[in-house]
Nanobody, 119 residues
């Protein structure tokens, strides 16, 4: 099975940008559809963005509003979330997730990376 490790989180001012990375090991990332989720303080975990196995299909939550871009580099076993125009409401722990099967569930998760946006 695949192991996922997120990185790139940190503290940023409102309006700033961050790029989150998800490093996969153990299995070729190309066999996994991938996603980014987040969980803000006192909130439930929510889906941020998804990308299919080859990166040809992407989807975003409505709150993204064109500010984030999900991408992947299967040759490097990496998935990215480029975030711009960050808002305090984007403060959350961001998780990378993956699954090999078609569907909406994700069975493999990273440990998360904290993103804090100050106003």
């Amino acid at each position: 099975q695949v192991q996922l490790v997120e990185s790139g989180g940190g503290l940023v001012q409102a309006g700033g940008s961050l790029r989150l990375s998800c490093t996969a090991s153990g299995r070729p990332l190309s066999t996994y559809r991938m996603a980014w989720f987040r969980q803000g303080p006192g909130k439930e975990r929510e889906l941020v963005a998804t990308i299919n196995w080859v990166g040809s299909l992407r989807s975003y939550a409505s709150f993204v509003r064109g500010r984030f871009t999900i991408s992947r580099d299967n040759a490097k076993n990496m998935v990215y979330l480029q975030m711009s125009r960050l808002e305090p409401e984007d403060t959350a722990v961001y998780y990378c997730a993956g699954d090999q099967d078609v569907g909406k569930e994700y069975h493999y998760w990273g440990q998360g990376t904290q993103v804090t946006v100050s106003s």
